[in-house]
């Protein structure tokens, strides 16, 4: 309340705010520590997982919890931090079905899962609704951190494509203090947007390189790009629809859907034409490869990110 930038007027706004956090793991820890240092209002906090002990170097917030669900776990820590703020713990995925309600009802979003797909849902979610999404990724011993969507480009407009391959911090390995320093980043530009500040942090990308080096851009003016491939929930799929499974059946037993088809992400079979294309995998990954091959001749194309919860 010291600070010229804030004020009682400032307090008063953060402790008025709204944010929604998706992931308590690497990122959403710090980023979740430091809100609700910030004294904000209230918080709901999105996760499925279950604390482990290889998570605790870079998820502090869970010591002595090991087991628990991330979320309900996050909602112990800033009761006993202080318990002023309200935490919502959703214990369920971040889905295209349930994301549209979650971020209609937040002043900021936080994107803190490490997963491209669920980045891309709150992506064109917040753009629709015109909320602000806080974006990171860390991943070894660099990351970005930006500011997307309400009056700013979306994240679509900065990465339109996906890589070719791509990891997370499970299977390639993090540095915990890289990790903490970009969701205390997210953190910061939050409570920017929420206080006003200028510049806003809408529309900035910072990025982090091995070294320590840090870099970034400014976006405003970028584009929303033509096209590009949604994701849908498995509850959407439509009678009618061509659906390919591009998980083997070691991965997934079950298939995504009963009339859905195995098939091969580098040589998917071409849809019937005028049916529309469902493609689905674990992350989301090959149904973007996939949903590359057969875009030249097949314009409708959505994609599922089943996850480990299918």
């Known amino acids: 309340m010291i600070l ?3 004020g009682e007027p400032g307090q008063t706004r953060l402790q008025g705010a709204r944010l929604l956090v998706v992931g308590a793991g690497g ?8 809100l609700a240092g910030a004294g904000v209002g209230a918080l709901t906090v999105v996760d499925p997982d279950v604390v ?4 605790l170097h870079r998820q502090p917030i869970h010591a002595g919890r090991v087991g628990w669900n991330k979320a309900e776990s996050a909602r112990a820590f800033v009761q006993a931090l202080d318990p002023e703020v309200f935490v919502e713990a959703l ?6 079905a349930n994301a549209p309600a979650l971020v209609a009802g937040a002043d900021v979003v936080l994107d803190c899962a490490d997963s491209f797909a669920v980045s891309y849902v709150l992506s064109d979610g917040c753009l629709a609704a015109g909320v602000p999404l806080v974006s990171a990724s860390a991943l070894g011993m660099s990351g970005y951190c930006g500011g997307f969507c309400g009056g700013a480009p979306s994240l679509r407009a900065v990465f339109p494509d996906l890589p070719d391959r791509a990891a997370n911090c499970a299977t390639a390995g993090v540095l915990g203090p890289v990790v903490g320093m970009l969701g205390m980043a997210q953190a910061q530009m939050a409570l920017a947007v929420l206080l006003g500040l200028e510049p806003s942090p809408l529309g900035q990308l910072l990025t982090m390189s091995p070294g320590l080096r840090w ?4 976006f405003g003016g970028a584009p929303e790009p033509e096209g590009g491939f949604r994701f849908i929930d498995a509850s959407d799929i439509r009678p009618g629809d061509f659906v390919l499974d591009l998980r083997g059946e070691d991965e997934a037993p079950v298939p995504i ?14 849809p019937p034409q005028g049916a529309r294309a469902v493609l689905a995998c674990r992350s989301g990954l090959r149904a973007w490869r996939a949903a590359r091959l057969l875009a030249p001749t097949h314009p ?8 480990d919860h299918h």
């Open 257 to 270: 859907h009963p009339w859905a088809r195995r098939a091969d992400p580098a040589a998917p079979p071409l």
């Open 300 to 307: 409708e194309i959505v994609l599922i990110a089943a996850g």
């Open 91 to 96: 214990t369920r995925p971040l889905t295209p």
């Open 52 to 55: 482990e002990t290889g998570n």
């Open 27 to 34: 990122l959403g820890s710090p980023a979740i520590m430091y």
């Open 4 to 6: 010229p930038e804030v």
């Open 215 to 218: 870099g970034g851009f400014r």
